[in-house]
């Protein structure tokens, strides 16, 4: 089920976050260096992550570093201000998923009962079976925020100074969430 989605990558971690042996061991980063590859980009890649300690291991950093990778990670404590991920695209597939639960819920509220498949229940579902159903709402989220709202991604690295101009002229573009006044770092 999860191969027919070919727009996202599934990956189960017992932890529900990716520790230090889920990056290294599954090959997170060189998945995510072979899409960069094959979207046709070269160079010297930056990659913005929030200061998660798993990401920032010494067999990390020579991960990131023969992969011609550059990491630049938020401040400690800021990811939900200045992340673009979290707090902009990610924003945007919580609204779309969270649509798709209320839809599902309203067409069929019994489907979120039972933690067990139920032979004699075919409106039942098992975590396996809502799992599969979140990883195609995600799809779809991930569809239509490149398709129709691929804006919104560029827009989330300029806001979040991931994506300025390295002379300073971009940095009145940059927003950080609860900063009342223009942001400069310079």
């Not at 046709?40 to 020579?62: F, L, W, Y």
């Not at 992969?67 to 695209?89: Q, Y």
């Not at 039972?114 to 599969?132: G, H, I, Q």
């Not at 300029?158 to 971009?170: C, I, N, P, R």
Request: net charge negative; hydrophobic share 40%; glycine share 4%.
């Amino acid at each position: 089920m999860y191969t027919e989605l070919t727009n996202i990558r599934v990956a189960f971690q017992p932890n529900a976050w990716a520790d230090e042996e889920f990056c290294e061991s599954d090959n997170i980063i060189i998945r995510v260096a072979s899409d960069i590859v094959d979207a046709g980009v070269s160079g010297e890649i930056m990659v913005g992550m929030d200061n998660h300690s798993a990401q920032r291991t010494p067999r990390m950093m020579e991960l990131y570093a023969s992969l011609g990778m550059l990491p630049i990670f938020t401040a400690p404590n800021c990811t939900d201000c200045i992340s673009p991920v979290d707090h902009h695209i990610g924003r945007f597939i919580q609204n779309s998923m969270g649509k798709s639960y209320r839809d599902a819920v309203e067409q069929n509220p019994d489907i979120w009962m039972s933690a067990t498949e139920d032979l004699d229940d075919p409106n039942c579902r098992s975590a396996e079976a809502r799992r599969k159903l979140m990883a195609q709402w995600l799809s779809k989220a991930w569809d239509n925020l490149t398709s129709e709202f691929s804006h919104l991604i560029e827009a989330a690295f300029v806001k979040t100074g991931f994506k300025l101009a390295l002379d300073g002229s971009d940095d009145y573009k940059m927003e950080i969430q609860g900063w009342s006044s223009p942001y400069s770092f310079r």
